[in-house]
């Protein structure tokens, strides 16, 4: 499946933004979701992941209870709401698809397909 991530871009702290991954190729329906991100000089980590059926999401905890993640399988497409942005969240986000087998991964060498990635700056 071919993932196009976008809705990055320069916000101020405390602001927010929504990113988007549509997919092609493949539908989404059967297949669990996630968003990484990396910052410069750093390792690519998980943010959020969400199951094919929308009713199970994880958060890494620097996010939780500031980031959403959700998906719409109609429209091939999943999103996700960052509020309350702060500096430290600064980095390139990409989203990740791979088959549903019944849990979230956290590990980005579980996701087999992958978008080209969004850039989220946030100013102080």
């Known amino acids: 499946v071919q993932l196009q991530a976008s809705g990055g871009g320069l916000v101020q702290a405390g602001g927010s933004l929504r990113l988007s991954c549509v997919a092609s190729g493949r539908i989404l329906r059967r297949s669990v979701m996630g968003w990484f991100r990396q910052a410069p000089g750093k390792e690519r980590e998980f943010v959020a992941g969400?199951?094919?059926?929308?009713?199970?999401?994880v958060y890494a905890e620097s996010v939780k209870g500031r980031f959403t993640i959700s998906r719409d399988n109609a429209k091939n497409m999943g999103s996700l709401q960052m509020n309350s942005l702060k500096p430290e969240d600064t980095a390139v986000y990409y989203c990740?698809?791979?088959?549903?087998?019944?849990?979230?991964?956290?590990?980005?060498?579980?996701?087999?397909?992958w978008g080209q990635g969004t850039l989220v700056t946030v100013s102080s």
């Open positions: 969400i199951s094919w059926s929308g009713g199970n999401t």
């Open positions: 990740a698809a791979d088959d549903d087998f019944g849990f979230v991964p956290i590990m980005s060498r579980t996701y087999d397909d």
